[in-house]
């Protein structure tokens, strides 16, 4: 992966995860509302259930549309294809179905989820479960022609199956996936590894080295600050409060090398961080220096 020569435009998009803070009102008007404080990414967000109608997506689906507002959804936290229970593996993936439907009229990208838990299963054996189950759901998904990715997430606690590696190994196997890096997760699940160029410049070699551009065009990225202890993530923080991982690093490389990425905030201040990591990112297109930017971080 060598830099770009030429910087010509930012090739990133921003947003929030679910309704910005600063908004009151119906979903449909979100897309309107991020456009004009100069964010262009949504992540429709069904984590408790999924109640998005066929009628109220595709009105969400021509606002985005008309406003230059790419989609992509969280689908519920309620699933666990490593269950030990069949029947809990079973209601997974009709939840992950009935999201990558919903995400389908949307027309968003990809649709992010949680792959599970090891519980008392090896995690070689918690991912091998997992892998065959959600195989399912892709072939289903296919037979139905929903267009939407299948994007597993880097988890950030030591006791859920979503490691790096693990998600990798996921993407390499399932059809029509891709990885969804949630760098804060990584960096709270790794004990505080993001942190230099370096740092993000392993992940994204690696990333290239198993999956080439499965992974990329654009890449899908969660980020926040984030508090984290010996079992791994804790809770979301503001930027400014002093906790990793480094964004200015991240933003560099992105920058540099003209890569297409999606980055999502799950700051407890959404769009507010959003715009925050946008204006680093173009004052880094425009060549500042890394002094100037810092107090942003």
């Not at 309704?19 to 509302?33: A, E, M, Q, R």
């Not at 990414?41 to 259930?49: G, K, P, S, T, Y």
């Not at 230059?68 to 993936?93: G, M, T």
């Not at 059809?175 to 709270?188: C, E, G, M, R, T």
């Amino acid at each position: 992966m060598t830099p770009a020569k030429k910087r010509v435009k930012l090739k990133i998009r921003f947003g929030p995860a679910g309704k910005p803070l600063g908004f009151k009102g119906d979903i449909v008007k979100v897309p309107s509302y991020l456009h004009e404080i100069g964010l262009n990414a949504l992540e429709v967000q069904q984590v408790r259930q999924i109640n998005i109608k066929k009628n109220r997506a595709l009105e969400i689906k021509k606002a985005a549309e008309e406003n230059n507002v790419l989609l992509s959804l969280h689908a519920p936290y309620a699933i666990n294809f490593s269950s030990e229970k069949e029947e809990i593996i079973e209601a997974s993936k009709q939840r992950l179905l009935k999201a990558l439907e919903v995400a389908h009229w949307l027309g968003a990208y990809i649709v992010v989820f949680h792959p599970g838990y090891y519980g008392s299963r090896k995690p070689h054996e918690a991912l091998e479960i997992a892998i065959e189950a959600i195989k399912d759901v892709a072939r289903i998904a296919k037979r139905k022609r929903l267009r939407p990715l299948i994007g597993p997430e880097t988890m950030g606690k030591k006791s859920q199956l979503g490691s790096l590696d693990e998600i990798i190994d996921m993407v390499k196997e399932i059809p029509n996936s891709k990885p969804v890096l949630d760098l804060p997760h990584i960096h709270a699940r790794e004990g505080g590894i993001l942190n230099t160029r370096k740092d993000y410049e392993k992940i994204f070699e690696r990333l290239e080295d198993e999956l080439g551009k499965k992974a990329f065009n654009p890449l899908h990225i969660h980020f926040t600050k984030i508090e984290y202890s010996e079992k791994g993530e804790r809770r979301h923080h503001a930027f400014g409060e002093g906790y990793g991982p480094r964004f200015i690093p991240l933003a560099e490389i992105l920058v540099e090398r003209e890569l297409e990425a999606t980055i999502i905030s799950e700051s407890p201040i959404l769009e507010q961080d959003a715009i925050k990591m946008k204006k680093i990112a173009e004052s880094i297109l425009k060549g500042k220096s890394k002094k100037s930017l810092e107090k942003l971080e």
